[in-house]
């Protein structure tokens, strides 16, 4: 069993930046898939980023070059750095592990961007 916790999220001005965070609790993640999804109300949960053990990126089209996913696999912890937010970027933002064959979520953390 994996418990992830995000913490990062907040209200912010359209332009800003936010960088969230999410901790695993099992060591060793090394070989999992991390990624963040959101999901903004009324709508479904949709992929933004995400990060292979070797580091590859992937990035949903609306994100490229605003978004940029990390990983510190000595923390068991990933990264999603945003800039500049823009306010259809609010939503809850999860984060998710899939280490075969098993995956994981987070609570999520709100992120809210004023225009």
């Known amino acids: 069993q994996v418990q992830l916790v995000e913490s990062g999220g907040g209200l912010v001005q359209a332009g800003g930046s936010l960088r969230l965070s999410c901790v695993a609790s099992r060591n060793r993640l090394s070989a999992a898939v991390m990624s963040w999804y959101r999901q903004a109300p009324g709508k479904q949960r949709e992929l933004v980023a995400s990060?292979?053990?070797?580091?590859?990126?992937t990035y949903a089209d609306s994100v490229k070059g605003r978004f940029t996913i990390s990983r510190d696999n000595a923390k068991n912890t990933i990264y999603l750095q945003i800039n500049p937010l823009k306010p259809e970027d609010t939503a809850t933002y999860y984060c998710?592990?899939?280490?075969?064959?098993?995956?994981?979520w987070g609570q999520g953390t709100q992120v809210s961007v004023s225009s």
């Open positions: 998710h592990v899939y280490l075969w064959p098993n995956y994981y």
């Open positions: 990060i292979t053990s070797g580091g590859s990126t």
